[in-house]
């Protein structure tokens, strides 16, 4: 099967290094698997960083790249939009991000069916009835959790699949602790820009009266 997945970017994200990995695996069971992401799409991002700014736009009219280098053999292929001049035909196109959804509906039948890869109600990436309006368009929808689930049932009225996120065995694995001074230590997720059903500080201090049994030491990595 061919597959497209389009990316907004490519960065150091956790949707970007999700979608590298499911790309990888795909391919692995002999999917035919490519990776869009836009040339152009940095430079209309703005932060509150100057610095980020100017090389956001300097470095596509360089012709440098501003790519990570995930390790796969995906074929990744910059376009400078997505359209049908663009992406090749292929059985299946999977939007992973709000704004790319309007450009994936234009796109001609012959580039596969469409499909909409949720893994967060993105209101804080855009104006929110311009969000809202993705999900209501006539796709396959794919969600991650069962909130989301709901969420675009209820909300949007939508048909959705329910794919939860898998678990690398070789990387995520139980290991038993030789050091038996009673301390445990808790990672907790946590991203500056993205909002979360529950805080870091929420859950740093749920951890903490929870584990009355010993004390907890809370380690905070940016996503």
């Not at 069916?113 to 893994?119: C, E, G, L, P, S």
């Not at 805080?199 to 740093?204: D, F, I, V």
Request: proline letters at 5%; one cysteine or more; glycine letters at 8%.
């Amino acid at each position: 099967m061919r597959v497209s997945f389009l990316l907004p970017t490519i960065s150091l994200a956790g949707g970007v290094k999700s979608t590298f990995e499911l790309a990888s695996r795909l391919q692995a069971k002999g999917h035919d698997v490519r990776i869009y992401h836009s040339k152009y799409k940095n430079v209309f991002r703005r932060s509150g960083n100057l610095k980020a700014n100017v090389k956001n736009i300097v470095n596509p009219l360089l012709g440098r790249s501003t790519t990570f280098d995930y390790g796969t053999s995906v074929e990744v292929v910059q376009v400078p939009v997505f359209s049908d001049r663009h992406v090749d035909d292929a059985d299946v196109v999977i939007g992973t991000w709000w704004e790319d959804i309007y450009p994936m509906m234009r796109l001609s039948p012959s580039k596969g069916r469409k499909h909409h890869f949720i893994r967060h109600y993105e209101v804080w990436g855009g104006a929110a009835h311009k969000v809202d309006r993705v999900y209501r368009f006539r796709n396959s929808k794919i969600v991650i959790s069962t909130w989301l689930k709901e969420l675009i049932e209820d909300k949007f009225h939508q048909p959705v699949s329910f794919c939860p996120n898998g678990v690398d065995r070789e990387r995520f694995f139980f290991s038993p602790k030789t050091d038996i001074s009673g301390k445990v230590t808790i990672g907790i997720l946590y991203k500056s820009t993205q909002p979360s059903p529950v805080s870091t500080g929420e859950g740093c201090e749920g951890a903490n009266t929870t584990l009355s049994c010993a004390p907890a030491q809370a380690k905070l990595h940016d996503q």
